[in-house]
Nanobody
């Protein structure tokens, strides 16, 4: 089973940007649709964005217009460009398959200060 490693998180002021990366040990083309999720304290993990192998993307309403998901199958990597960040975007961000569950990675912490 593919292992997923997320990176790119950090502390940023409101209005700032971050770019998250998720690299898989396996072939993400064979995994299929990929997604980014996030979980903040006391809340359930939620879907943020998903992308097909062909590059078609869908977003949660809360991030639409601010976040962009992309993938590079040659690098087995999925990205999440996050712009105009808000304090409510603070969470641990994870990537995984969109339609089933692989072993979760450690995630990457994103903290947005007001």
């Amino acid at each position: 089973q593919a292992q997923l490693v997320e990176s790119g998180g950090g502390l940023v002021q409101a209005g700032g940007s971050l770019r998250l990366s998720c690299t898989a040990s396996g072939n993400i083309f064979s995994i299929g649709d990929m997604a980014w999720y996030r979980q903040s304290p006391g809340n359930q993990r939620e879907l943020v964005a998903r992308i097909t192998n062909g590059g078609f993307a869908n977003y949660a309403n809360s991030v639409k217009g601010r976040f962009t998901i992309s993938r590079d199958n040659t690098r087995n990597t999925v990205y999440l460009q996050m712009n105009s960040l808000k304090p409510e975007d603070t969470a641990v961000y994870y990537c995984n398959a969109a339609d089933y569950v692989l072993k979760w990675g450690q995630g990457t912490q994103v903290t947005v200060s007001s």
